[in-house]
Nanobody, 123 residues
């Protein structure tokens, strides 16, 4: 399985951006899909999760109400719509499938990270 996140860029505060996660080599088994991010010097943190079964998405407190995660299973793509960007959203953003029975909101429960895509927000 390989996940590639793309769509990042240099944005001004208040702007919007959509990230895309393209999945390849997937066997068809169901998986929860997560977006995480990592700023310089900080631990990787949850952004949003789209459960496979159609349960409600999970968002971090810092992005709830501004970001929306969505998924098109037929094309195996996961999207992150980012509205009203803030300087503190600056980070490398990654997508990954949940691959173990750990906590759904912790990055250690996910694998196959890929290189991520950098989002930089200026004031």
């Amino acid at each position: 399985v390989q996940l590639q996140a793309f769509g990042g860029g240099l944005m001004q505060a208040g702007a919007f951006l959509r990230l895309t996660c393209a999945v390849s080599g997937h066997s068809g088994s169901p998986y929860d899909a997560g977006w995480f991010r990592q700023a310089p010097g900080k631990e990787r943190e949850l952004v949003a999760i789209m459960p496979w079964r159609g349960d409600r998405p999970v968002y971090s407190n810092s992005v709830r109400g501004r970001f929306t995660i969505s998924r098109i299973q037929a094309t195996d793509r996961v999207y992150l719509q980012m509205n009203n960007l803030k300087v503190e959203d600056t980070a490398v953003h990654y997508c990954a499938p949940k691959t173990n029975a750990g906590a759904i909101d912790h990055w250690t429960s996910y694998s196959y990270w890929g290189q991520g895509t950098l989002v930089t927000v200026s004031s």
